[in-house]
């Protein structure tokens, strides 16, 4: 038995997609002290956290650093490796991110965003948003919490702190199955076109809902690859007065075909599509025309999904997306990036 956790424990080290091979550490007696891997993830996410998502091109030194540093550790990481971690049981989770830069930048991020939705004291007039991973965002008020597109390892530990999820499509990379389980066993809403539990959060056509303080309306689009009809539900939803009104539509991998954006915002503070495939459709919803919205912010989202293998499989890359951004109908097009938070006030994000 031994002799099988030496082995299971080397194979961990060997396959770490973020592997500093020039500090080599000893795993910490006890598993008290953060290893060199868990030390480098974090000061990474704390390098990147002092900058602002905010930030037009070029970008500064620092957030540009920090960005070059996460791909750099992405291009090593396997879909494979990725999906293994993301599969495997608690511990074995835990280890790999001891010793892993890139897995420790992970798990921190979402730490941050846990404690942030669990102990922010949200003003009236103003909405807090976490940037979780790929285009999960979570998003809290003074009177509610939910998240859109929740995807994570340790997604479970938010059912605590969500007052309703919102899921746009049945694509392994946009829900977590362990966290929907679990906010229906709360009996908490879990809004989708394709779940059979919580039925009457469930609509295979456009549909209207009020949560709360908040109001939700959807559209039901095309997917953006060929065959899938009618498979993605885009989010547009008003947070309520005690938000100061803040609105955020969700695309989801849709499409963009304008003429299924048939119950949306015609004008909201943050839109967050997805990098498309096919270049620059995100723009055929952004206007003043039918089945278009204009936003006062893009999180352009879905970059680095380290569950697609490559490029050719929609793992963007940064620099693909600060380059899309820049090609975006709208002047403050931004790439956020795990455990970013913004906040919305007095009109605008900060």
Sequence with gaps: ?????????????????????????????????????????????????????????????KRSGAFEQIQTLADKCSSTYFDNYLKSIDQTADNQEKYDILLSYYRYAFDNVLNGIKNEKVENGTACIWMLYNMGYVVKTPSGCFGVDIMHRWAEKLVPYLDFLCITHNHQDHYDKKLIEAMLEAGKPVLSNYLTGGKEYTSKVPASYTINNFSIRTSITDHNNSGLSDFVTVFCINCGNDSGNFTLMHTGDSNYKTAQYTNILGRVNVLIPRYAPNALTENNIIGEKNGQTSPDYVFLSHILELTHASVEESRWSLPMALERASKINCKQTYVPMWGEKLVWKNGKLN
């Design 1 to 61: 038995m031994k002799n099988r956790l030496l082995l299971l424990f080397a194979f961990i080290l060997f396959c770490s997609c973020g592997k500093s091979e020039e500090n080599p550490v000893t795993p910490p007696p006890g598993g008290e002290s953060l290893t060199e891997q868990q030390k480098e993830g974090q000061a990474l996410a704390e390098t990147l956290w002092t900058t602002s998502p905010l930030q037009s091109q070029p970008l500064t030194e």
